[in-house]
């Protein structure tokens, strides 16, 4: 049964990812971040200012998820909220110098866990294994298929 489950595409992705998740989550905790957190910091850090829907939208995420991950990141001191000068009713969300320090720390750690988790690669089939992700995310994206995890 073991290997008929270990051949299946969606177990092995699945599984992939998990283990992803976990090193990544264990390389962020001194930073008291977590990876979708990560993520919203990366979204922000745009050019333009965003309001919280517009960075929700980027991140795949409903509003009350974006609400409550602006939330957490606000009582860490890595964002702040501003109204928007044209436009009352939205809320501009903008890293803090010590949101820009903790992704720029982040986005290192991030990094290296990526280097990690793909080390079993040679560095051409590293790179294509993130093109084919690109791709088959690309592809279910034009799908109309939910982004779930907003990372």
């Known amino acids: 049964m073991a290997d008929q489950l270990s051949s299946r595409l969606g177990y092995l992705l699945k599984h992939a990812q998990l283990n992803f998740a976990e090193s990544g989550a264990r390389a962020l905790e001194p ?5 979708r957190q990560l993520a919203v910091l990366v979204v922000l850090d745009a050019a333009e200012p965003l309001s919280q829907l517009e960075a929700a939208r980027e991140l795949g995420v409903d509003r009350t998820t974006m609400v409550a991950l602006v939330d957490e990141l606000e009582a860490k001191g890595l964002v702040e909220r501003r109204r928007s000068t044209e436009d009352r009713r939205k809320n501009i969300v903008g890293l803090t110098p010590h949101g820009k320090k903790t992704l720029a720390k ?17 560095p051409l089939e590293a790179e294509l294994f993130v093109r084919i992700l690109k791709k088959l995310a690309a592809e279910a994206e ?9 990372e």
């Open 106 to 122: 982040g986005e290192r750690l991030h990094q290296e866990t990526e280097k990690t988790f793909l080390a079993e690669l040679t």
């Open 142 to 150: 034009a799908g109309g298929l939910p982004d779930r995890e907003g």
């Open 31 to 35: 930073l008291g971040i977590t990876g």
